[in-house]
T-cell receptor, first 114, second 109 residues
Framework: DAGVTQSPTHLIKTRGQHVTLRCSPI?????VSWYQQVLGQGPQFIFQ???????GRGNFPDRFSARQFPNYSSELNVNALLLGDSALYLC?????????????FGPGTRLTVL | EDQVTQSPEALRLQEGESSSLNCSYT??????LFWYRQDPGKGPEFLFT???AGEEKEKERLKATLTKKESFLHITAPKPEDSATYLC??????????FGTGTRLKVLA
């Protein structure tokens, strides 16, 4: 079975631009979460979506937004990029919302903001 | 507030030298504690889920244990290919999984 897929793999943008990152969950998984991981740190929670609805949001500014589509794939959008947005963006999927479900991660999108 | 602390930050072992990584947590009602392995520039790879104190799980040279305040990841006779960052995460029933900063493990041949 295919795991979680993310695109693109790498992305270089300049300050002030907009970026869209994409994620396809494992088949049958209905929950998708997004994380930001800066070098040397653990993943930081950004959003969780379940059944196309936002179910949780981390401590990130309104420049960050996301959505989930009927096929459970998801997009993360970041507007007005800042240098500090440079990071590895990870998507994770799980069967349900339940906190006892493990999440499975994709390979990530490396975003560099110049 | 839910919190996860991992120690040590970095660990260097000789091949075959067993050791343990620690994950201390503070949560209001643990639903699950998760261990992941992460190679540089890649997404975390799921290893184990632990649900209650006293639980243990094993996979090859790795064994994870759980108490009411911490979890240990024991590595027996490690090999160079075990070199990676090991992440611990907890969930207390909310939408949020809280991760620690990880332990960077280097196993020397």
């Amino acid at each position: 079975d295919a795991g979680v897929t993310q695109s693109p793999t790498h992305l270089i943008k300049t300050r002030g631009q907009h970026v869209t990152l994409r994620c396809s969950p494992i088949s049958g998984h209905k929950s998708v979460s997004w994380y930001q991981q800066v070098l040397g740190q653990g993943p930081q929670f950004i959003f969780q979506y379940y059944e196309k609805e936002e179910r949780g949001r981390g401590n990130f500014p309104d420049r960050f937004s996301a959505r989930q589509f009927p096929n459970y794939s998801s997009e993360l959008n970041v507007n007005a990029l800042l240098l500090g947005d440079s990071a590895l963006y990870l998507c994770a999927s799980s069967w349900t919302l339940a906190g006892y479900n493990e999440q499975f991660f994709g390979p990530g999108t490396r975003l560099t903001v110049l | 507030e839910d919190q996860v602390t991992q120690s040590p930050e970095a660990l260097r072992l000789q091949e075959g030298e067993s050791s343990s990584l620690n994950c201390s947590y503070t949560v209001s009602g643990l639903r699950g504690l998760f261990w992941y392995r992460q190679d540089p520039g890649k997404g975390p790879e799921f290893l184990f889920t632990l649900y209650s104190a006293g639980e243990e799980k094993e996979k090859e040279r790795l064994k994870a244990t759980l108490t009411k305040k911490e979890s240990f990841l024991h590595i027996t006779a490690p090999k160079p290919e075990d070199s990676a960052t090991y992440l611990c995460a907890v969930n207390s029933g909310t939408y949020k999984y809280i991760f620690g900063t990880g332990t960077r493990l280097k196993v020397l041949a």
